[in-house]
């Protein structure tokens, strides 16, 4: 979560709030620890506390089964301590965003919603069918490969407003079913 925060390749550099409360000194933080938690975690595991408590007892998890691939995303490079690929996936996926829609990702002022919690929601959501429409094994997924899943998307920079995505889960659901529809991707 820190480097998410910190590396200068990162399109949340300085952007997120840690411990859901804003950096003494820093503007334009959109978006809490918390969201991009809850968002990410489900791609590596069904159940923290137990995977957590398999790791102390037993010091390894399971072989993902074929299956959970299509779920778990992440959780081989959890399951071998390759954490720096899951951060490379979000890099290159989060990028492809910022590069597809630069000034709706730059903008912090009100009225953009792309990089607040409702245009997170909806992408972090869209992240897991983007990742399968590229690869059907764990690896990291180039931000070129992401660019091309996001090409057919019609949405403009200005698209991006709390009148087209409403507040809450509605919209960041209307977000992903755009993204879903217009991009042609199938949903595992």
């Not at 550099?13 to 809490?32: D, M, P, Q, Y």
């Not at 972090?124 to 094994?137: G, Q």
Request: net charge positive.
């Amino acid at each position: 979560m820190v480097a998410l925060d910190q590396l200068d390749q990162s399109p949340f550099k300085n952007r997120i709030k840690r411990l859901g409360v804003a950096t003494e000194g820093r503007f334009g933080e959109t978006l809490s620890q918390a969201t991009i938690v809850k968002g990410i975690l489900p791609y590596i595991t069904d159940d923290p506390l137990a995977d957590r408590d398999r790791g102390k007892r037993f010091g390894f998890w399971e072989p993902s089964l074929a299956r959970d691939l299509g779920k778990r995303i992440f959780y081989e490079f959890f399951r071998r301590g390759e954490d720096v690929k899951i951060l490379d996936n979000l890099l290159n996926y989060f990028n492809a965003v910022r590069a597809k829609w630069p000034s709706a990702w730059e903008g912090t002022g009100t009225g953009n919603i792309l990089n607040r919690t409702n245009g997170f929601n909806g992408l972090i959501r869209f992240l897991r069918p983007a990742y399968l429409n590229c690869t059907s094994e764990p690896r990291v997924v180039s931000q070129e490969e992401f660019a091309r899943v996001f090409a057919p998307v019609r949405l403009q920079d200005g698209d991006f407003n709390p009148q087209t995505f409403v507040p809450g889960s509605s919209g960041a659901s209307l977000l992903f079913h755009t993204l879903v529809d217009q991009s042609q991707i199938p949903i595992p």
